[in-house]
């Protein structure tokens, strides 16, 4: 059961990071873009906004469909469509194709990073489901560290391209990985806690670095009920009378 546990956050924690990367991918090597495809950087910048709005909608509106698939069917899908908008990318001509690349894979983005946070917590041992997801979201502080740097060599020695290339690839290889996940695992289902798309959209994987669960994440249990406090005169009242 633990080697499972950890078998399955090191999914997890690999899916975030993936998508995560291609957050910050695109910064380092925007110089290397522009001159590519003959545009300025201001304008070649235009493509990571189209990822910041495709995980919006993302998570505005599919995610609430995934009840449907369930979380790790969701997961597989989501990092499929990312791999295929990688290739896309990396195979761009011009700025147009860049950006449709970017916006599945911002759509893509929003689809696995619920996945991965209701999957962290339905999977972990009894009693370690917060552990689990603070491992899980730790997929950001890698992705963070490493896209950076790595990326801007890899641009600089071979071709921007080959970073698009790369996460493909990787993506692919965790998609592989993820078919090893527990097949019955529960769909994502709705928590009222909060307004559910409000929740989703404050989770944007663009809007911050290190994205909590959204709403339908949390798990909280039902509050329970507590019995009111006897009033001071109901005490008085029972107390017995001295004769």
Not at 44 to 72: C, H, K, N, Q, W
Not at 183 to 190: E, G, L, Q, V
């Amino acid at each position: 059961m633990a080697d499972n546990s950890r078998f399955h956050s090191v999914i997890l924690i690999g899916s975030v990071g993936i998508v995560g990367s291609n957050t910050f991918l695109l910064a380092p090597i925007l110089t290397n873009v522009a001159n590519s495809l003959e545009v300025t950087t201001a304008i070649a910048a235009r493509a990571a906004a189209m990822g910041g709005i495709g995980a919006a909608i993302s998570a505005l509106v599919l995610t609430p469909l995934l009840d449907r698939f369930g979380a790790e069917r969701a997961l597989r899908l989501g990092l499929m469509i990312f791999a295929l908008a990688m290739f896309i990318c990396a195979a761009s001509p011009n700025l147009a194709i860049l950006s449709i690349g970017q916006a599945f894979g911002g759509a893509a983005t929003g689809v696995v990073l619920p996945c991965c946070y209701a999957l962290a917590t339905t999977l972990a041992p009894k009693g370690k489901e917060a552990s689990m997801l603070g491992r899980v979201i730790g997929g950001w502080s890698l992705s963070m560290i490493l896209t950076v740097p790595v990326s801007a060599l890899i641009a600089d020695a071979l071709s921007w391209r080959v970073d698009y290339m790369i996460m493909g690839i990787l993506a692919l290889a965790v998609w592989q990985a993820a078919r090893r996940l527990p097949a019955d695992a529960p769909a994502i289902t709705a928590n009222p806690v909060f307004p559910k798309n409000l929740a989703l959209f404050v989770n944007c994987p663009f809007s911050c670095c290190s994205p909590l669960p959204s709403g339908s994440m949390w798990h909280l249990p039902a509050p329970t009920p507590s019995s009111p406090k006897p009033h001071a005169s109901s005490l008085a009242s029972r107390r017995p009378r001295r004769r």
